[in-house]
């Protein structure tokens, strides 16, 4: 069974970085894509970027430039760097699993981890 554990998330001033952390403590699939999602409260969630094991990326158009993902394999981890953070990107971000190059649809999901933004 996969188990995503998600870490990082908190409280900072617009402008300011955050870098969010989710291991998979769980069962390991192979040929998996990882990524993160977010809901902000009265929206729907959406994705925000995704990497695949080759270590292909995808960013949603509304953090390109501001937020990096990365995996590292080793210790079946990924990472969202997150820059230049803006007031709208108060959300819940959910670290997400996926077998396959990318995570559409994901399989699995972490708890989420609060990223709040204040202006």
């Known amino acids: 069974q996969v188990h995503l554990v998600e870490s990082g998330g908190g409280e900072v001033e617009a402008g300011g970085s955050l870098t969010l952390s989710c291991t998979n403590t769980g069962s390991i699939i192979a040929n998996s894509a990882m990524g993160w999602y977010r809901q902000a409260p009265g929206k729907e969630r959406e994705q925000v970027a995704g990497?695949?094991?080759?270590?292909?990326?995808y960013y949603a158009d509304f953090v390109k430039g501001r937020f990096t993902i990365s995996r590292v394999s080793a210790n079946n981890t990924v990472y969202l760097q997150m820059n230049s953070l803006k007031p709208e990107d108060t959300a819940m971000y959910y670290c997400?699993?996926?077998?396959?190059?990318?995570?559409?649809?994901?399989?699995?999901w972490g708890q989420g981890t609060q990223v709040t933004v204040s202006s």
């Open positions: 990497i695949s094991r080759h270590g292909n990326t």
């Open positions: 997400a699993l996926r077998q396959g190059a990318i995570v559409v649809n994901p399989d699995y």
